[in-house]
Every structure is written in structure tokens, then in C-alpha cells.
Nanobody, 116 residues
Framework: QVRLVESGGGLVQPGGSLRLSCAASGSIFNFVVMGWYHQAPGKERELVARITSGESTNYADSVKGRFTISTDNAKNTVYLQMNSLKPEDTAVYYC??????????WGQGTQVTVSS
């Protein structure tokens, strides 16, 4: 059973930074894509950033230049470095992984609140 466990969320002032971590229970080489999504109250879950096994990355237009996704294969962990945070970044952030069998896996989510 694959488990994804997020950490690193919290309350931060506008302009601040946070780094989210997502630790997988097994090797991340088992996944073809890993990514981060967010969901604000009353809104649908949206892609924030993703990285393929070939290390290609994609970002939502709203976070380009501010967020960076990366992986540490030795730690089976994917990160989301978030800089220059804005109040509109406030949401629950979910880690996602797509297995080589095309199965989707999700973490439990971590709350990010950007407020003064």
C-alpha cells in the first residue's frame, strides 16, 4: 500500500516562504509523475506543480517564478518550495503520485494559510 505523507504547512505572512514535503512509503522511482495540488474552500482541486520521472516540470501560471518542485530520490520525498506567498495561495495542499500502473495516490493534505 502506497502512502504519501505531507508536512510543512502552516501560517505565513504575505511575501513569506514555506517548504512542503511529501514522503512516499516506497521508492519514488515507482511513480511516473509526482505533483502538488491545492484546494481552496468552495473551489475545485487544481494542479500547482508536477515533476515527471524524467525530471520535467510543469507549473500553474499563478505560481510560475515563485514555486519550485523538486525530488530527493534517496529520501523518497518530493518538495514544493513556495516563495513570495500571496493570500490567494491559501488552500489545502495535496501531494499526488501516479504509479506505473496509472493508479493515482493522494496524501491527506496540509493547510497553508497566507495572512497578515
Amino acid at each position: 500500500q502506497v502512502r504519501l505523507v505531507e508536512s510543512g504547512g502552516g501560517l505565513v505572512q504575505p511575501g513569506g516562504s514555506l517548504r512542503l514535503s511529501c514522503a512516499a512509503s516506497g521508492s519514488i522511482f515507482n511513480f511516473v509523475v509526482m505533483g502538488w495540488y491545492h484546494q481552496a474552500p468552495g473551489k475545485e482541486r487544481e494542479l500547482v506543480a508536477r515533476i515527471t520521472s524524467g525530471e520535467s516540470t510543469n507549473y500553474a501560471d499563478s505560481v510560475k517564478g515563485r514555486f519550485t518542485i523538486s525530488t530527493d530520490n534517496a529520501k523518497n520525498t518530493v518538495y514544493l518550495q513556495m516563495n513570495s506567498l500571496k493570500p490567494e495561495d491559501t488552500a489545502v495542499y495535496y501531494c499526488n503520485a501516479v504509479g506505473r500502473d496509472s493508479r493515482d495516490y493522494w496524501g491527506q493534505g496540509t493547510q497553508v494559510t497566507v495572512s497578515s
